[in-house]
């Protein structure tokens, strides 16, 4: 179950970071609370993986899927370039998320 935490509570950072991204310098209210509300949710699932996943593991992961995500969104939605730089970069976060994830005993 703290697994499920942790990846809803990484969803949940990809939602706030394009949030705060669409808030445009917390100059728009509902972009902004929006941003708010979403980070509380994030960290409060991130707080709940971590009763039972190791502190490091946990955070590298929720950290790194909020990363990925929102370099994804940056691309999708946000018309940001596809660089083979920065899609190598992207490649070796997931790499290291995989390590970590088949490193962990729970």
């Known amino acids: 179950m703290a697994w499920i935490f942790l ?8 939602v706030w970071a394009f949030l705060m991204k669409a808030s445009d310098g917390f100059s728009k209210p509902w972009q902004t609370i929006g941003t708010i509300v979403f980070m509380i949710i994030s960290f409060g699932l991130l707080s709940i993986s971590m009763k039972t996943l190791p502190l490091g593991t946990a955070y590298v992961i929720w950290t790194g899927i909020g990363a990925v995500g929102a ?6 939605v946000l018309g940001e370039p596809i660089t083979p730089m920065r899609i190598g970069g992207a490649v070796l976060i997931i790499s290291g998320l995989v390590v970590l ?3 962990s005993s729970h």
Not at 7 to 14: C, D, N, S, V, Y
Not at 71 to 76: K, N, T
């Open 101 to 103: 994830k088949l490193s």
């Open 71 to 76: 370099f994804v969104v940056g691309i999708a």
């Open 7 to 14: 990846l809803l509570a990484g969803l949940f950072e990809i």
